[in-house]
C-alpha cells in the first residue's frame, strides 16, 4: 500500500498563506501523479491543482496565479503553496498519487485523509 499524509491546514484570514505538504510513503516503483483535491460543504470534490513526473503542472480556473504546487527531489512529497487565500478556498484538502507498485505489479490510486482549510476573519 501507499500512504498519503496530509499536513499544513489550519485557519487563516482572508489574504494570507498556508503551505500544504502531502509526504507518501511505502514501497512503489514509481509515482506518475500527485494532485491536490478539495471538498466544501454541500459542493462536489474539484481538482485544485496537479502535478506529472515531468513536473507538468495543471491548475484550478478559480487558484491560477494564487496556489502553486511543486514536489520534493525525490518526487514522493507534494505540496501546495496557497498565497492571498480567500474564503471560499475553505474546504477539507485531499492529496492524491497514481503511480505503479512495481515493474510487475498493478498501479496504485491513493488518498489521504484530508487537512482542513479554513479562511475567515
Known amino acids: 500500500q501507499v500512504q498519503l499524509v496530509e499536513s499544513g491546514g489550519g485557519l487563516v484570514q482572508p489574504g494570507g498563506s498556508l503551505r500544504l505538504s502531502c509526504a507518501a510513503s511505502g514501497r512503489f516503483f514509481r509515482i506518475n501523479f500527485m494532485g491536490w483535491y478539495r471538498q466544501a460543504p454541500g459542493k462536489q470534490r474539484e481538482l485544485v491543482a496537479t502535478?506529472?513526473?515531468?513536473?507538468?503542472?495543471n491548475y484550478a480556473e478559480s487558484v491560477k496565479g494564487r496556489f502553486t504546487i511543486s514536489r520534493d527531489g525525490a518526487k514522493s512529497t507534494v505540496y501546495l503553496q496557497m498565497n492571498s487565500l480567500r474564503p471560499e478556498d475553505t474546504a477539507v484538502y485531499y492529496c492524491?498519487?497514481?503511480?505503479?507498485?512495481?515493474?510487475?505489479?498493478?498501479?496504485?490510486?491513493?488518498w489521504g485523509q484530508g487537512t482542513q482549510v479554513t479562511v475567515s476573519s
Open positions: 492524491n498519487a497514481r503511480g505503479i507498485y512495481g515493474l510487475r505489479t498493478p498501479d496504485f490510486d491513493s
Open positions: 502535478i506529472t513526473s515531468d513536473d507538468s503542472t
